[in-house]
T-cell receptor
Framework: DAGITQSPRYKITETGRQVTLMCHQTWSHSYMFWYRQDLGHGLRLIYYSAAADITDKGEVPDGYVVSRSKTENFPLTLESATRSQTSVYFC??????????????FGPGTRLTVT | AQKVTQAQTEISVVEKEDVTLDCVYETRDTTYYLFWYKQPPSGELVFLIR??????QNEISGRYSWNFQKSTSSFNFTITASQVVDSAVYFC?????????????FGKGTLLTVNP
């Protein structure tokens, strides 16, 4: 029962480079989410996806791109990394609300440092 | 717009003390969901509980209990006989039932330190 996994767990990259954070869930959950966690800001939603090929912006989407070609994967790409994107990134998933699942389950997080 | 306020930024207690973490929320929806998550020093976010807006029963799970009061828009979390392993950041979150998004809005979190 792997649940929801993220890779890499730690990443150091340079300003201007493209980096992709991976998220994979084994529950076949419809919804997937990307958050960033920063001191003083708590958890902020970057993007979310209601199903394969359906994505939408969250609170802080600028500088990020997502895709979801398969239900189980939801990669997050920083097209040209900036120091302000240094953060801990969490992926989460949730089943269909009609099935009684409203809570989100989180991956272990990816700590990204942009130098 | 929905909002969650956790006024206590940090709380420090001695083991075996009871501690209550406060959570106040704002929403215009009549149907919504409230959650508590725990983030221990290892960093993962662990789901603890969900309450529905139409169910005001308090809940107890071992040493944990939750008090939901719609009249004061509060969803407080009490740990009885705290232990060192309870040391973590605790987040309260709110989800409105608009459309099918059910996006979570988190409070800023309360850092609980339980000292031996």
């Amino acid at each position: 029962d792997a649940g929801i996994t993220q890779s890499p767990r730690y990443k150091i990259t340079e300003t201007g480079r493209q980096v992709t954070l991976m998220c994979h869930q084994t529950w076949s959950h419809s919804y997937m989410f990307w958050y960033r966690q920063d001191l003083g800001h708590g958890l902020r939603l970057i993007y979310y996806s209601a199903a394969a090929d359906i994505t939408d912006k969250g609170e802080v989407p600028d500088g990020y791109v997502v895709s979801r070609s398969k239900t189980e994967n939801f990669p997050l790409t920083l097209e040209s990394a900036t120091r302000s994107q240094t953060s801990v990134y969490f992926c989460a998933s949730r089943g269909l609300a009609g099935g009684g699942t409203y809570e989100q389950y989180f991956g272990p997080g990816t700590r990204l440092t942009v130098t | 717009a929905q909002k969650v306020t956790q006024a206590q930024t940090e709380i420090s207690v001695v083991e075996k003390e009871d501690v209550t973490l406060d959570c106040v929320y704002e929403t215009r929806d009549t149907t919504y969901y409230l959650f508590w998550y725990k983030q221990p020093p290892s960093g993962e976010l662990v789901f603890l509980i969900r309450r529905n807006s139409f169910d005001e029963q308090n809940e107890i799970s071992g040493r944990y209990s939750w008090n939901f009061q719609k009249s004061t828009s509060s969803f407080n979390f009490t740990i009885t006989a705290s232990q060192v392993v309870d040391s973590a950041v605790y987040f309260c979150a709110l989800s409105e039932a608009r459309g099918s998004n059910y996006k979570l809005t988190f409070g800023k979190g309360t850092l609980l330190t339980v000292n031996p």
